[in-house]
Structures are given as C-alpha cells and as structure tokens.
C-alpha cells in the first residue's frame, strides 16, 4: 500500500462524499420548503494525533423532523484501543486514513420511514470500503419496501450477481434487536471490509450506491410526506424511535466506536431521533 | 455458603423488598392523585433453568410522568456467560439465587429531580449485596442535594464511619458519561460487593438505604412539584433525559446485563424515560 496513492485517493473520495452529501441537501431542501440545513465544520489539530475534518449539516424542518448529513476526512495516528479494532492498523503503526458520508434522516410523518445510508473508504495497511443503506418505516408499505430494495439491487447488479444478496442478508443480520428479536426495519444493503483487487470498480460501486440513495429516497418522502395521520399514528412513530436509539446506542459499530474515542458526541449522536417515547 | 440458608435468606430479603414496594408505591400516589400504579407479575418456568418471578409497577401519572418499582426474587442455574460475570458462579456450577428492588422515577415538572433506588441481594457460592441511589435534577437545588446526601449519609453513618465517604465516591464515578465529561447527575451513594462478614448488620444496612430513600425522595418531590415552569424549561428537561438514555442503554451495567440475557426488556427498560429528545 503506496501512502501517497492512498492520500490522493482518499483526497478524491473525499471530494465525491462532499458533493454528494450537497446534493443530496439541495433534493432534501426542496421536499421541505422554507427549511434549510444548517452546516457546521469541525477540524482534528495536531494534539490529536489526527489531522482533517469534516462538516455536519443539519436541518430541523416539517417533512423532515431532523436529518443530519455528515462528511469527514480524517488521518493521521489512531490510539492503540483504536488499532486493535482496525484490520492492518497495528502493523501500520496506527497510521490510518478514512472518509465517509453518515446521513440519517427521522421524518414527521409517521406514514414516511426513516432512513440511514453511510459508505466510507479506510486505509490503513490494507485499505477498503463500507456502507449500506436501510430503512425504518414506523407503518411499512410494500410498495417502499419493494422500490428500495430495487434501487440498491440495480447498484449491486452492476457490481457483482452475488453482490444483492449476500449485502441484503448482511443488512438483516446487522439492523437487528435480538433482545427485542425484531429487525430494525425492512432492510436495505450493508457490506464492509470491501476489497476486490480492483479499486476502480469497488469505488464505481460506492458511488452508484450513494446515487441509488439519492434516486430513491426522495421519492418515497415525496410519496408519502402528505399523507393524514392520527396523534395514535404519531405516538406508535414516537415509540418505534425508542428502538432505533437502542439499536445505535447499544449494537450499532460506528456510535459505539464514537463512545471509545474522544470524538465530538454531537456527531456520532447525530443518529438519534428529536423526540422520542418509551 | 450453606444453600438452605441462603434460600431462607433471600426469601426474607424479597419479603421486605415487596414491603418496601408496597410503601414507596402508596407515597408516591399519595403525591399524585387519581392516578395509581399498575402492577404486572411474572414468572420464571424451568424452560429457562430459572425459577422464581417478580412484579413490575408502573404509574404515569401528572407529576410522576413515569415511575417504575419493581421487585424480582429469581433463582436457578445461570448461563456460562452469565456465570463468568458474578463472583462465584463458576464455583457454584452456575446455581445462584437474587432478589432485590429497583426504581427509576422520570417526573413532569423539571423542577423535580429525576431519581434511581435499586438494592439487591445476590448469592453464587458467595452472598453479598448491592445498591444505592442518586439523583439527576435537570435544574439542581442546593437544598435538595443537600437533604438527599444527608438522609443516605445517615445510613451509612449507622453502618460503617467511612461508609458514606467511600459509596459517595462510588456514586460519583459510576454515574459518569465519559462522553459527555459530565455526571449523570448530583450523586448520593452505590455500593456493591458488600459482604463485611456480618450479615445481620449488612442487611440492616441495606434496609436503611431502602427506607432513607422513602424517608427524602417523597419530600423532595413534594417541595418541587407545584413550581411553576415554562417550555424551555420542560425542553431543557426533555434534552438532559437524553443523557439519561446514553447512560443507561451505553454504560449501566444491569441495562447490559438485561440486554445480555433472555429477560423481558419492559422490565430492564422501565428506567427509559417517557419522553425524550435529542
């Protein structure tokens, strides 16, 4: 693994999440009138150990209760807890570099499903991608259920024929509450530690994994962001949420990597709904 | 250990723990008229290798917006991961038997502090006990952490001269969000292990702490629950019970310990606040 190529890689990759997370704003904005995110940087210094940064955008509006699209860059030297959970990582002497889009929206209409999506690029002595997408309906429709899974489908299909269905299992297995033993949601894809031999193609499939994203999600907002709801319709919507927050703060990888490190909780907790019941 | 004893024990233990229930119970809906707890039995059958059972108590009442007493007496053969968590229960092949009383109380008014009780008593080839009590106002009142501390240093003080100082300290660094760099809350007392070799006198104790609890809380609830309040405030309090969510679901370890079995995740979530926001 050559550092320089994997910095100007990592440079490029950057750059993609950057102006995807921008468009992805601009579709989200324009279902939400009179609302707009809210941007906010963040930089890692030298006494760190980590250099980069990244910025968080947040919007707080009627369709959409509380989003928040985050993109990072960061590199430099992890902690030796930090290493011991990144393949290659202790034999690059905690040299590392990694850049990602985080997006997890939880919507007011309790008749429209909340949604994650991340892919991201790590390099340590090795170097790979991950990310996936799932959604979160409170009242699922099979009609959202079907066109979502189609849209990561096609970007699977043009990846690799096993591709859909070894990451949809993945994302079963993963979105799950097994002390509530229900999923999460209806699924979507995941898949991580994504190393073909071909970088090219792996990172084609990232990127067309962000833009299936992009092409269905605004749609099923816009489907079903009218529809009338009753307060009971509201309170199951309420509580639902009460389990994505058991999800992310007790199973879900990347916050509980949040919660070892001495990152900024206001991002890694970006993933918790605006209100929430029990 | 002789078993026959400890079995006569925890029996005894569970019958002052339903007492000390019953009693906390009547104080609070003295505190909010018309409204009443509802309690809920369990059982444990054999399909689990657990005997035993317990009663959950739940009131959502105007001034206790949600409060949880329960009480459990359960005993059997744990599982090996269990076993490899508590003190002499590869020693005793897994046999162990425990009972105790836990309490989470989330109140309307934010000028009411939010509260947790919890004593126990647990036996493997080893007896001992546990528990204590603190406090997470959203809006802290001197006199009110003052009248707190005094009634738990009361009881300690009639234990043990360092009891109060050491299980302060305990409190204090149990109930921490290292994430956040802030306490949960103002403190009070926990303690765990507590086997001096004096039963009698240890279990004394452990009623004490029980009974200093019933003797403050209810007082303190009573000095704050008409103080009139606006919005922000009621959202300020809606945000700190955020923290109190992280804590639970991320640190607490009777949370992840319930997560970790096959318990009813109502019971080991009763502490989950009713409304939340982040």
């Known amino acids: 693994m050559n550092i320089d190529n994997v910095q100007n890689f990592a440079g490029t990759a950057a750059e993609f999440f950057r102006d995807l997370q921008a468009r992805i704003c601009a579709a989200f904005e324009a279902l939400d009138p009179g609302h707009k995110f809210e941007a906010s940087g963040w930089e890692r210094g030298d006494e760190h150990r980590l250099k980069g940064g990244g910025q968080m955008r947040v919007m707080r509006g009627k369709v959409f209760e509380k989003v ?15 290493q011991k959970q990144l393949p290659g990582a202790e034999e ?12 997890v929206a939880h919507m007011a209409n309790p008749f429209v499903p909340a949604v994650h999506m991340n892919t991201r690029y790590m390099a340590t002595s090795q170097a790979w991608f991950g990310g996936g997408s799932d959604l979160t309906p409170t009242f699922p429709f099979d009609e959202d259920t079907t066109d979502f899974h189609a849209a990561f489908r096609k970007a699977c ?22 002390h509530r033993q229900e999923p999460r949601g209806v699924g979507g894809i995941f898949f991580d530690n994504l190393s073909s031999g071909d970088q090219a193609k792996d990172w084609a499939f990232v990127r067309n ?5 992009l092409d269905i ?3 099923l907002v816009a489907r079903r962001k009218d529809t009338a709801f009753t307060d009971a319709d509201r309170e199951t919507l309420l509580h639902k949420r009460g389990r994505y927050v058991e999800f992310n703060l007790v199973y879900d990888r990347g916050t509980k990597f949040g919660f070892q490190t001495d990152a900024n909780p206001d991002a890694y907790l970006m993933s918790m709904p605006p209100v929430v019941k029990w």
């Open 92 to 103: 690059s002497g905690g040299r590392f570099t990694a850049t990602g889009i985080s997006l």
């Open 209 to 213: 994994v962000g833009e299936a994203f």
């Open 157 to 178: 299909d043009g990846y690799r024929p096993d591709a859909y269905a070894e990451y949809k299992k993945w994302c079963d297995e993963y979105f799950y509450l097994p």
């Open 68 to 82: 928040g699209v985050n993109v990072s860059h960061v590199w430099g030297t992890m902690s030796e807890a930090g």
């Open 217 to 219: 999600y605004p749609r």
